[in-house]
């Protein structure tokens, strides 16, 4: 970003402009809004959906887990009227058993996706020079432009 009043770069989290001292507070804050690329707007709408489709996936296999487990806890409410045999109600354990696997398998394959969505961290990059390059003083022209005075006679030096 640049500074509207005297066109000197300046980074977007400065409150100043460091060569004219205007305030760059809320200019900053409006470059930071619509800093957002289409490209990153794209990623994050696939995102979105991949997490809906994710979402969508997990709620089908809880539904069947809780389908096939209202079969089993039906089938030994048959057998306990009606005495069908020892088969039907290990069949119906097994269903009720099954049920609970399938709910549970959803929900860990929608949380293993959701990891992946999220990607790999971001590596942070090392920069070889870490000290900031030195800019100059707002007040460092005023001050060239103050006469001094020469210690040893009291008289005005002019500075060019």
Known sequence: MHCPNCGK????????????????????NLVAQHSGSPVEVQRRSDKVAMEHAAVRTMFNWLMLGMIILGIGVAMIVVN????????FSVLSSFLMLGGVGVATAGVLNAIRQGTGIAGPPKQKSLHTNTVPNELPSITERTTQLIPAEDTRTNKLIDKV
Do not use: N, V
């Not at 770069?9 to 205007?22: E, H, T, Y």
């Not at 306990?80 to 088969?87: A, H, N, T, V």
């Open 9 to 28: 770069p300046a980074a977007s989290d400065q409150q100043f402009c460091r060569s004219c001292g205007m305030s760059l507070e809320t200019i900053g």
């Open 80 to 87: 306990k009227s009606f005495d069908i045999g020892k088969w």
